[in-house]
T-cell receptor, first 113, second 113 residues
Framework: DAGVIQSPRHEVTEMGQEVTLRCKPI?????LFWYRQTMMRGLELLIY????????DSGMPEDRFSAKMPNASFSTLKIQPSEPRDSAVYFC???????????FGSGTRLTVV | AQTVTQSQPEMSVQEAETVTLSCTYD???????LFWYKQPPSRQMILVIR??????QNATENRFSVNFQKAAKSFSLKISDSQLGDTAMYFC??????????FGAGTRLTVKP
């Protein structure tokens, strides 16, 4: 089991550009979560999916953010256009429905200059 | 809304000694789950220990144990025989029945040789 796989590990982009973060959850996991981590706000839940369906996107900061899960093995988080305040580490996590705990990916460190 | 409070931003402990990290939470739920996650400098989020609220027995995982006080809404983590590799950020997390996990602000633990 390769765990939750996120790409890229680091991303540096210019303000105004589109950024796409990718996540491959653990095979067989029913839930997928996107979190953002910053020094000021800690770990914030952005959105989560159950069986590829978005359940709660109330944490998505604004319309510039969007997330999709076209199938059980892939999800994307897109920021368009990106702004410097979007700089953070973005984590993807997945879990089974039995609440054993989330398995996190290694995160993507996004820097918007 | 559920909130998780970690009142100790930073702590330190001598190698081989014992340290306790505090966590309190606020909820009106009766059934829920509590977790401690470790985030070393590599930034990987690692599940340390898990507790179901309906279980009175405190969870233990080798050198890690919790003191779960449901009435007081307290969930502290005790690390025995601290090792240099325990140096990390530690996050307390709460999860209610619908599988949505919320994190505290974290405690930075330094183990000194």
């Amino acid at each position: 089991d390769a765990g939750v796989i996120q790409s890229p590990r680091h991303e540096v982009t210019e303000m105004g550009q589109e950024v796409t973060l990718r996540c491959k959850p653990i095979s067989g996991h029913d839930y997928l979560f996107w979190y953002r981590q910053t020094m000021m706000r800690g770990l914030e839940l952005l959105i989560y999916f159950n069986n590829n369906v978005p359940i709660d996107d109330s944490g998505m900061p604004e319309d510039r953010f969007s997330a999709k899960m076209p199938n059980a093995s892939f999800s994307t988080l897109k920021i368009q256009p990106s702004e410097p305040r979007d700089s953070a580490v973005y984590f993807c996590a997945s879990s089974l429905a039995d609440r054993e705990g989330y398995t996190f990916g290694s995160g993507t460190r996004l820097t918007v200059v | 809304a559920q909130t998780v409070t970690q009142s100790q931003p930073e702590m330190s402990v001598q190698e081989a000694e014992t340290v306790t990290l505090s966590c309190t939470y606020d909820t009106s739920e009766n059934n829920y789950y509590l977790f401690w996650y470790k985030q070393p400098p590599s930034r990987q989020m690692i599940l340390v220990i898990r507790q179901e609220a309906y279980k009175q027995q405190n969870a233990t995982e080798n050198r890690f144990s919790v003191n779960f006080q449901k009435a007081a809404k307290s969930f502290s983590l005790k690390i025995s025989d601290s090792q240099l590799g325990d140096t990390a950020m530690y996050f307390c997390a709460f999860m209610k029945q619908d599988n949505d996990m919320r994190f505290g602000a974290g405690t930075r633990l330094t183990v000194k040789p």
